[in-house]
């Protein structure tokens, strides 16, 4: 069975609340799916999973350190994550608060390192965004 690893920064709860929906909507697929905090994430963690989504908020439109920092400690693995599906999810205090900016800097991340990522054609095209507390929009998304 799939595993997947679903990771995530959060400074004021809100991503980790979009954390725990995106892990409910994954075991609702019959996948396996392991939540983890950052800063409880091994590198090993990382080539144990089939597939990892990682999750932030928005940090001047970017990724916050705690993610930056694994993905530059992950250099170690380089290569061995190819193949690998990823995807990335993101909040913020305001609407243009730069979710989607944060969303494909973590995309990028996990394409440097040959991973799988794709977009939605019917919305959150880059992955699910949440202004402020999530809500049952974001549930679904």
């Known amino acids: 069975m799939a595993k997947i690893g679903v990771i995530y920064y959060s400074s004021g709860g809100n991503t980790e609340k979009m954390a725990e929906f995106v892990a409910q909507g994954v075991k609702k697929e019959g996948i396996e799916v392991e939540l983890k905090k950052v800063e409880d994430t091994t590198l090993e963690d990382l080539l144990g999973w089939d597939g990892i989504i990682v999750g932030s908020p928005t940090y001047y439109g970017l990724a916050a350190a705690p993610i930056k920092d694994l993905f530059d400690r992950s250099v170690k693995y380089h290569g061995e994550l190819e193949g690998k599906v990823g995807g990335a999810f993101s909040s913020s205090a305001n609407i243009g608060g730069g979710n ?10 996990m394409l440097i390192h040959g991973m799988i990522v794709w977009g939605s054609p019917k919305g959150n095209h880059y992955g699910p965004v949440s202004i402020g507390a999530p809500d049952e929009r974001v549930r679904t998304q």
Not at 100 to 109: G, P, Y
């Open 100 to 109: 989607e900016t944060t969303v494909l800097s973590i995309l990028e991340m």
